[in-house]
């Protein structure tokens, strides 16, 4: 269960973005408390993915802060940055495994990297790290042998291997059938029930939020417009929410145009 009476795991305060002049981030603010599940949605370019870089430290604001477990990163030396990094683990969309390594060797590369383990141990751990995913019989395939759930859910052992505090996905579901997307989904409740890890999903996949968030968050041209619990939010009337649930567009284009450009196509009217 989310400890909300400690400090939160995560805290975003006044935290402001901009790209070649656009704000992409406006002044945000979010806490997100230890073992909680919090999901972040939006439309495409509302901010999320940008939220996500700030909290994992791979870029600073250009105001504001973000504190993971009480630490500003902003003002932290490149070696407390690095620590504060390792106890951060990432799945990213499209799994980014090398298919150069085996399975188990994308698993033993943090290890080896950022470790004095014995050989020995980053075995056992890395075939540890594959057997709760599920994956324990294919650490010696390569990621492109594997179906596109297996490669997910590589990606997600991978994120595991230095034993985070915080896990971050980033559309865990993207390009999944239901039935495997629904498998994802069980494996990230079971590894907070068994880790109590505090875990930050991006998402476009309604279903997958509903189920798996203790509380959700939504983006809107980079500002956080509404924060609550799942049925909270089911229930809000919040316009920009409703539209976004009820999958409804900001505008519908006229049939009768698209008719009216063919048959000047057809006539040649287009140089």
């Known amino acids: 269960m989310p400890d909300t009476a400690a400090e939160p795991a995560i805290r975003v305060r006044d935290v ?37 870089r700030q909290i994992i430290g791979l870029e600073q604001p250009q105001a504001g802060q973000v504190l993971v477990n009480g630490m500003d990163l902003a003002t932290k030396s490149k070696k407390d940055l690095k620590k504060i990094r390792l106890s951060i683990g990432v799945a990213f969309q ?34 540890m790290k594959l057997s709760v995913v599920g994956l324990a019989d294919f650490g010696k395939s390569s990621p492109r042998e594997l179906s596109g759930g297996m490669r997910k859910r ?3 052992a991978r994120a ?6 915080i896990l971050v996905f980033d559309e865990p579901s993207a390009g999944l059938d239901p039935i495997i997307a629904a498998e994802l ?44 619990r799942p ?11 409703r539209q976004f649930f009820d999958r409804v567009p900001d505008q519908v284009l006229d049939p009768s145009v698209i008719q009216t450009y063919f048959e000047r196509y057809l006539k040649g009217d287009f140089e």
């Open 16 to 52: 402001v973005v901009s790209y070649g002049g656009r704000r992409v981030l406006d002044g945000i603010n979010l806490d997100v408390a230890r073992g909680e599940t919090m999901v972040l949605i939006g439309a495409s370019g509302s901010g999320k993915s940008t939220l996500l």
């Open 231 to 241: 049925d909270e939010l089911r229930k809000s009337a919040q316009p920009r929410l």
């Open 94 to 127: 499209d799994a980014a495994l090398f298919n150069s390594m085996s399975v188990e060797e994308n698993l033993a590369l943090p290890l080896r990297e950022h470790t004095r383990l014995a050989e020995s141990t980053i075995r056992l751990m890395t075939w």
């Open 160 to 165: 595991l291997s230095l034993d985070p505090q």
């Open 185 to 228: 989904d069980e494996l990230i409740l079971a590894l907070k029930r068994a880790f109590n890890m505090t875990v930050v999903v991006v998402t476009h996949e309604m279903a997958s939020a509903f189920h798996i968030a203790d509380r959700m968050a939504m983006l809107y041209n980079g500002s956080l417009i509404a924060i609550g």
């Open 154 to 156: 590589a990606a997600v």
